[in-house]
């Protein structure tokens, strides 16, 4: 279920986040800018229903989307991808999952989780623009389908082979999509080449 989103802009973007003396401000607009670019596909095949639709001059048939969109950031990082899927989903919900990986055991620690209710009726998009072990996001998966959520899909700037496995064998219907499929982890669980520690070059820590 994973769909890497190749698309020349889209790469130009992520290689120049890649470099290391991308500076924070520089840092957040290019991550915006990504996110945005890669709502289409992430949202493609998202189910409509008809409405009428008045136009100056006639009554014509439009759609809409037939669920609402929840945006489900895993903090911090997510945070900083969030804001170019709200650029173009402006309606969306916001669903905060609060994880900490474990920088000796690389678990995901849950610190904080508070989503809309009725997560059941919606279309959840969960985003963190880097997935390397693939904890955190499945255990970002196993909070939100025990509130309720039964549509959801995944958005990340990166992927690690090793990520992309894990969560193709903890929820092998999730689909995933991610901007680069990266090579490999390294001993401490960081992506290579990557671009580094995605929280703190948005954040500046
Ligand atoms: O796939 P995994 O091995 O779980 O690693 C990926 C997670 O690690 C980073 O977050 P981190 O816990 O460092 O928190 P931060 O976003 O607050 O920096 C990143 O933003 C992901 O959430
Ligand atoms: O390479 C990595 C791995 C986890 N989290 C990050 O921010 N970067
Ligand atoms: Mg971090």
Do not use: W
Request: net charge negative; with cysteine; charged share 25%.
């Amino acid at each position: 279920m994973l769909e890497v989103i190749d698309h020349p802009v889209i790469q130009t973007e992520l290689s120049g986040l890649r470099d290391r003396d991308c500076p924070s401000r520089e840092f957040r607009a290019r991550v915006r800018r990504v996110a945005s670019l890669m709502v289409p596909a992430v949202t493609a095949g998202l189910e409509t229903r008809p409405i009428a639709c008045e136009t100056p001059l006639e009554v014509t048939s439009g759609v809409e989307l037939a669920r609402p969109v929840v945006l489900a950031p895993i903090l911090r990082a997510g945070i900083g991808f969030l804001d170019g899927f709200l650029d173009l989903l402006p309606d969306a919900s916001i669903a905060h999952i609060g994880l900490a990986r474990n920088e000796e055991t690389l678990q995901p620690e849950p610190y904080y989780f508070k989503t809309p209710p009725d997560l059941g009726d919606a279309e959840v998009i969960v985003l963190d623009p880097m997935l390397a072990t693939g904890g955190s996001v499945s255990e970002a998966i196993r909070q939100l389908r025990d509130s309720g959520a039964t549509r959801l899909r995944f958005a990340c700037l990166v992927a690690a082979p090793e990520g992309v496995k894990a969560i193709e064998s903890e929820h092998p219907d999730l689909p995933i999509f991610t901007a680069a499929l990266d090579r490999c982890l390294n001993a401490k669980g960081y992506i290579l080449p990557g671009l580094g520690d995605a929280g703190d070059r948005i954040f500046g820590t």
